[in-house]
């Protein structure tokens, strides 16, 4: 009995150690946001807004998403893989990786001043920071699969830039 629980016990401090902290800042994007994102084959896409700046000697990352409102209905709720998947990087470093912690915007032509949620990163803020433009990736993947006996087909998202227009 004494064993099963210090094994529960051990599993349960692992999997802790595994997850990250939820991001508690919020702050609005700055003027010029880097902005960036995709398409997918079906039509409709994604936009994603990075701003990068100090925060206690650290480099915060903030952001949001926004998707089409006209898209195919085989592409809704692939978003946390999507997101899941990305990234942003910072000169040499990778900021972080899965940026499910940013919130759902409307699809805007600019998204300067959204209400952004930021996550404070281990990276300490260098000089020269404040001139550097993040980079965010998201790589290619096939988001739906569909198939019977008569053949199938794939709904694939790339990244061509801004992707989820106005409308």
């Not at 800042?25 to 994603?48: E, K």
């Not at 990075?50 to 925060?55: P, S």
Request: aromatic share 4%; hydrophobic share 40%; with cysteine.
């Amino acid at each position: 009995m004494t064993r099963q629980i210090l094994s529960l016990l051990g599993a349960t401090i692992a999997l802790a150690a595994c997850t990250v902290a939820d991001p508690t800042v919020v702050t609005r994007l700055g003027a010029n946001p880097v902005v960036s994102g995709g398409t997918y084959s079906s039509g409709g896409g994604v936009s994603i807004a990075v701003d990068v700046r100090e925060n206690d000697g650290k480099t915060m990352l903030c952001g949001v998403w926004a998707q089409s409102r006209a898209q195919s209905v085989l592409t809704k709720r692939v978003e946390p893989k999507l997101l899941g998947s990305a990234s942003v990087s910072f000169g040499d470093s990778v900021l972080a990786r899965g940026l499910l912690f940013m919130p759902e915007v409307d699809p805007a032509p600019d998204y300067a001043g959204q209400e952004a949620r930021c996550l404070v990163t281990e990276r300490a803020w260098q000089a020269g920071d404040e001139s550097r433009r993040p980079q965010i990736h998201i790589p290619a993947q096939v988001v739906h699969v569909e198939s019977d006996e008569m053949g199938g087909f794939a709904v694939t998202f790339r990244q061509t830039g801004p992707g989820a227009g106005e409308s």
